[in-house]
């Protein structure tokens, strides 16, 4: 259906907001303005969960998790950057795959069972959009991924 993401995005945050610990600090660079976008609501909070939820399991005290959306001419990109760990560069695109996970003994403590984030894959790609992890060592991780706007203009226009 169709929502408003910027909306949207802020009563995602401010349900991890309510519950977050008080050494996390979130910070939102999101438009003001609408965009409207057509999205599976259920399946993209999915997403954006486990993403948040990663972000805040991987980030040290202190940390800041910063939200971001950029509109371009016909998709949307959505981040979500902590100050955690990171991921090994090796290790950046597998984290995509069913299961994988980075550092075992680590991930174990933590918890989850590693599929995460292969959920967030599919979905995206069911979206028609795109997902990658950028990321330093010691530094932070930024998850990124794409949205397409106005998925059948084209279909329509040439329909007519
Ligand atoms: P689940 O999501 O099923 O509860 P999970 O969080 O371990 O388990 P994914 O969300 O798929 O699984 O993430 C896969 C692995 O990628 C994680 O185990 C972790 O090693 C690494 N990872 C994901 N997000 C981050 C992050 N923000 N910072 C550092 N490592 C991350
Ligand atoms: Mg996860």
Redesign the pocket.
């Known amino acids: 259906s169709w929502v408003n993401f910027s909306e949207y995005f802020h009563k995602v945050i401010d349900r991890f907001e309510l519950t977050k610990s008080e050494n996390i600090t979130f910070v939102r660079k999101i438009p003001k303005e609408a965009i409207f976008i057509e999205i599976d609501e259920d399946k993209i909070t999915q997403v954006l969960d486990?993403i948040i939820?990663?972000?805040i399991?991987?980030s040290p005290q202190g940390g800041k998790i910063t939200f971001r959306v950029r509109e371009l001419a016909d998709e949307i990109i959505v981040s979500v950057s902590?100050e955690?760990?990171?991921?090994p560069k090796a290790?950046l695109a597998k984290?995509f795959e069913r299961f994988?996970?980075?550092?075992k003994a680590r991930?174990r403590k933590?918890?989850?069972?590693?599929?995460?984030?292969?959920i967030a894959k599919e979905v995206v790609i069911a979206h028609g959009g795109t997902i990658w992890a950028e990321?330093k060592e010691h530094k932070g991780?930024t998850?990124f991924f794409t949205l397409p706007l106005e998925r059948d203009q084209k279909d329509d226009w040439y329909d007519v």
């Open positions: 486990n939820s990663n972000a399991k991987y902590d955690g760990v990171g991921i290790d984290v994988y996970r980075v550092d991930s933590l918890g989850g069972t590693g599929l995460g984030l292969a990321s991780t998850i």
